[in-house]
């Protein structure tokens, strides 16, 4: 594969982890909105959200800046468990996850008419997030780019202690929502169950099998990814027109 081809490889692969990453964070957003109770990956930041809504002790950002924060976190905490066998590219993720914070807090403004009152229409929202998550989660990992936070910390966790990936993922998720809880209490002294409610334990079964479903599906998306022709030309073709256009100014 010749330097160009490379490049329109790389950025094509991008491009499809961008919608990937728009897919994922619509179905948070929709999971916020339902009231039953948060995704996993937005119940730590939503709890910090809403005391930043109240107290002025708590900074006051949205979300996705939370997320992101979160996300940071994460990631140092990759460098201090690998410490010289993490690897440098892997600070990518710290671009990643800022995307996606930015990526919920879009959503959550595009999900404002939602506002479900009856349980069933609830229930019904929950779903939905959690099934567009999941889906996006699948096309996420098949993108094969660099992780998110969210799994890049278990993956590094897993290499350094031997224990399955798997097992370490829950104990990862289940540890953001233990911590969501906890700061309930310390901000608002009761548990806020719209925050971490039964949605969010929904959430922790019904999104993996979403993913592993949705994975056995996908060989119109690794047709996608692949290396097009057509679209090297188009790329290069704008690129010329963009530059002739310059010129001639």
């Not at 600070?91 to 914070?101: A, D, E, K, S």
């Not at 998720?173 to 925050?195: E, K, N, P, R």
Request: with cysteine; net charge positive; glycine share 8%.
């Amino acid at each position: 594969m010749s330097k160009k081809d490379m490049i329109v490889s790389f950025l094509w692969q991008h491009v499809l982890l961008l919608v990937s990453l728009c897919v994922m964070t619509f179905g948070v957003a929709v999971c916020v909105r339902s009231m039953l109770g948060s995704s996993v990956i937005s119940t730590l930041p939503y709890v910090f959200e809403t005391a930043g809504q109240r107290y002025e002790r708590v900074p006051s950002l949205t979300i996705g800046q939370y997320t992101y924060i979160m996300n940071a976190v994460l990631v140092v905490g990759q460098l201090a468990v690998l410490r010289r066998r993490f690897e440098p590219v892997q600070l990518f993720q710290l671009l990643v996850g800022f995307v996606f914070g930015s990526l919920i807090d879009l959503n959550m403004a595009l999900t404002t008419w939602l506002h479900p009152v009856s349980l069933w229409s609830k229930a019904l929202a929950q779903v939905a997030g959690c099934t567009v998550l999941g889906v996006g989660i699948a096309l996420e990992v098949r993108c094969g780019s660099v992780t998110m936070p969210g799994e890049g910390f278990p993956v590094a966790v897993s290499k350094v202690t031997g224990i399955e990936f798997p097992r370490v993922k829950i104990c990862v998720d289940t540890s953001l929502v233990v911590l969501a809880v906890i700061f309930c209490y310390v901000f608002f002294g009761a548990w806020q169950w719209y925050i971490v409610g039964v949605g969010t334990l929904f959430a922790m079964v019904y999104v993996g099998m979403v993913v592993r479903q949705t994975g056995r599906h996908l060989g119109w998306f690794d047709r996608l990814l692949a290396y097009r022709p057509g679209f090297r030309r188009y790329v290069f073709g704008l690129a010329r027109y963009i530059v002739k256009q310059y010129r001639d100014r």
